[in-house]
């Protein structure tokens, strides 16, 4: 394994020191510090951060390479400065047994990128009919601690409430995509003025907000860890805030498109020769008005919303260039992620980069139970680390895309930022801004 010299990186608490990444550790940490041999990364001018932990991942495989497999997402999300990725449940066949959850966990030891921690789904086949085997795959070598129907909402009271019992036997957490099926029947786009200027079903805010209320509800009756997915109302940040202050043990994660694009693109993206609607914009839950934006972001900085986590949603290009009600939901968001949160969060002034450590590393594993971020600086701590420069400005295209996906929102928008390196377990996936050859980084 190469040894690394990162000499004046800015750690996210301001100071400034050289760190030396020896053994798949952080060996050395001081001014000054030399190696022979060594490979040498100037960091004036970067902020050194905890390797990036995503909690919320399509990676497609098993069962839809042509959308992603674990190496081009875990390519992606190296290239947005990720060491570790949740890999949500939705593939096929679905992850809802030991043995599923174990081949894709050792399809991202095998690849070397990032880690990739498997989430099991709640129920059998996302069917949402009984529960699948929860404790075999906790058990398991993939030893799984986050479940999800993510892409479907467990909708039966009673079944949700049985899955929250049983993790909670072994300190695992149920993450509910907060839809009320029947509230969102052929929903396209937010509820509101615009949608019914546009045409198109409306998805209403409570649909979110009745889902939430009734879950922390059930997680405050057991006792359980409860978390929430990509929160998008402002009525569900007002449900959270209510659930902690009651002593609830909720998490709610927001993603980086909701906290900076609005329903008002879905209207304003089209060329003036085409159809209005632009499916680019067309995600799950749908984009929201520009007040949830702003209360979003004043959640994710109050820590009323704990985390930020991608839902990186990589399509077939043939799935997202047709007519808007026939194309699917979702976004790829991996590579941005960091961009947006500088751009929404930090340019802003309501996060500084020890806050982005925070909601982008420290907290995310902490909810997914992922060992070896508590101390991403000290000596003799696991090197999960990246650089940013984020005086950086470019424009974002499709060549700033390292997976299969090419389903970005933000193609020809400049965005601020560029991940510079990123070292998973000591090893560079990432360096002078480009991702190293799978010979490199693979451990198959």
Not at 36 to 65: C, Y
Not at 157 to 170: D, H, P
Not at 305 to 324: F, G, M, Y
Request: aromatic share 4%; net charge negative.
């Amino acid at each position: 394994m190469t040894t690394l010299l990162i000499r004046g990186a800015q750690l996210p608490d301001g100071t400034r020191t050289d760190l030396l990444i020896d053994g798949g550790v952080v060996a050395e940490r001081g001014d000054g510090l030399t190696k022979q041999g060594a490979t040498v990364v100037d960091a004036d001018g970067l902020v050194a951060l905890p390797g990036l932990v995503d909690l919320h991942t399509h990676l497609r495989e098993p069962g839809f390479e042509a959308s992603e497999t674990v190496l081009t997402g875990t390519r992606a999300a190296a290239a947005g400065g990720f060491t570790a990725v949740h890999a949500m449940a939705n593939t096929s066949p679905v992850q809802d047994t030991a043995g599923v959850v174990e081949q894709v966990a050792s399809l991202g030891a095998q690849h070397g990128y990032a880690t990739v921690r498997p989430i099991g789904a709640v129920t059998v086949g996302l069917a949402g009919e009984r529960l699948s085997e929860i404790g075999a795959m906790a058990r398991s070598r993939a030893a799984v601690r986050v479940f999800s129907d993510d892409g479907k909402c467990v909708a039966d009271s009673l079944l949700m409430r049985r899955a929250l019992e049983y993790v909670a036997t072994f300190d695992g957490v149920i993450a509910q995509h907060a839809q009320d099926p029947r509230l969102t029947e052929g929903a396209q786009m937010n509820e509101g003025a615009l949608s019914s200027e546009l045409g198109l079903a409306g998805w209403p805010a409570v649909a979110e907000e009745s889902i939430i209320a009734r879950d922390v509800l059930l997680a405050d009756a057991v006792g359980a860890r409860l978390h929430i997915c990509h929160l998008s109302t402002a009525g569900s940040v007002e449900v959270v805030r209510w659930a902690k202050a009651r002593g609830i043990r909720v998490t709610a994660e927001v993603t980086p498109h909701h906290l900076l694009l609005t329903e008002q693109l879905v209207a304003d993206a089209a060329d003036p020769y085409l159809p209005r609607y632009d499916a680019r914009f067309k995600v799950n839950p749908p984009l929201r008005r520009d007040e949830d934006v702003h209360a979003l972001r004043a959640a994710l900085a109050d820590g009323t919303i704990d985390i930020v986590a991608t839902d990186h949603a990589p399509h077939p290009i043939e799935t997202k260039e047709c007519a808007w009600q026939e194309a699917s939901f979702g976004m790829v968001g991996l590579e941005s992620a960091l961009s947006i949160v500088q751009a929404a969060m930090v340019d802003t002034g309501l996060l500084g980069w020890a806050d982005v450590a925070r909601v982008l590393s420290r907290v995310p594993a902490e909810i997914g139970r992922l060992e070896g971020y508590d101390a991403p600086f000290e000596i003799g701590s696991p090197a999960h680390l990246t650089l940013v420069d984020p005086s950086a400005r470019s424009v974002f295209g499709p060549a700033s895309l390292r997976g299969k996906g090419v389903n970005s929102p933000y193609f020809g928008r400049e965005l601020p930022g560029r991940v510079i390196a990123t070292i998973h377990a000591g090893a560079a996936t990432v360096l002078d801004g480009e991702l190293r050859p799978s010979e490199e980084v693979s451990h198959g």
